[in-house]
């Protein structure tokens, strides 16, 4: 890596061992950041930290779940403890769940994507921006997002409800915490091979239908997410705030008519 524009920052990327969080995580190493790994499971997270470290970059990983806020805020304090600030968090930690049809969603089901995908996002970013406004860091809060971000999918209400939510938090977000020079922004991705999804995606049917759907030919990888999370965490973006970068290969603009 050629560009260092992180060096000198701490991030807190939740759900940050493996998937896109991972990849995010280690671009964000690589420009020189020290990363905080935050997610339900230390030992996914402390095998992430460690690779982290031996490629020579500093790591630690904390338990939390982020939709507790006492435990986000044990994470945030935890991280300041350890680092003594926090310039950049991103909102990574998702779950699908709550799939099937709208008339069949259970209530608990409802609840628990709803609860991770926005009220965490919510959770972390206000614990975040309370530090950053503390030590008058300008700092920088990612949110990401999906394609349901802006478009619905079949059974999938809840997940495509969250994923909306987040687009407006982000917005509002942005509105509120402009005056202190913290920005806010969104990352919506569309199809990206991770190790949880990549069995289905590079199966068919599913492989030949995304290599008709998305005009750059197929699913994106954790790189290509990571690569726009680090511009919207660099100095390079400092007039971008409530904004959202697709990366999707181009399906969201191809109407697939022909
Ligand atoms: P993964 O399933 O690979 O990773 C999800 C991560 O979130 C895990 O590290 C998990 O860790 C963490 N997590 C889940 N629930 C919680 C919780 N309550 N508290 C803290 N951490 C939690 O997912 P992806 O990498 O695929 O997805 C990452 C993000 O990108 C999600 O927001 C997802 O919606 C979004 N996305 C992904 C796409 C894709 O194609 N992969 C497409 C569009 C959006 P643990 O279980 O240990 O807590």
Redesign the pocket.
């Known amino acids: 890596m050629d560009t260092v524009r992180l060096s000198g920052k701490v991030a807190i990327i ?8 991972f990849g995010i995580a280690q671009r964000f190493a690589s420009e020189g950041a020290t990363i905080v790994i ?4 230390l030992e ?2 402390d095998a992430s930290t460690a690779q982290l470290r031996a490629a020579g970059g500093e790591a630690c990983a904390i338990r ?4 507790d806020p006492g435990q986000v805020d044990s994470l945030v304090r935890a991280t300041l403890d350890r680092y003594g600030r926090l310039d950049i968090l991103v909102n ?5 769940g709550g799939n099937g049809p709208v008339l069949e969603i259970e209530f608990a089901a409802w609840r628990s994507v709803i609860d ?2 926005l009220t ?1 996002v919510f959770l972390c970013s206000q614990a975040a921006a309370r530090v950053m406004v503390a030590q008058s860091v300008r700092g920088r809060i990612l949110n ?4 349901n971000c802006f478009s619905a999918q079949k059974n999938a209400a809840a997940y495509v409800a969250s ?1 909306g939510g987040v687009l407006m938090l982000t917005k509002a977000l942005a509105v509120d915490l402009a005056p202190y020079g913290i920005l806010v922004n969104c990352v919506a ?4 091979l ?4 990549s069995p289905a995606l590079t199966a068919e049917p599913l492989k030949t239908s995304l290599s008709k759907a998305i005009p750059l030919g197929g ?1 994106g990888s ?1 790189d290509h997410v990571a690569a726009a999370a680090a511009f919207l965490a660099s100095g390079e973006s400092e007039f971008i705030t409530g904004a959202a970068l697709i990366i999707d290969g181009g399906y969201l603009s191809y109407a697939r008519i022909e």
Do not use: F, M, Y
């Open positions: 939740t759900g940050g061992g493996q998937g896109i969080g935050a997610q339900r499971s996914k997270a939390a779940d982020v939709t990574n930690a998702g779950r699908a991770t995908n965490g990401i997002g999906s394609l994923k991705p569309g199809s990206i991770v190790e949880r999804n699913p954790v």
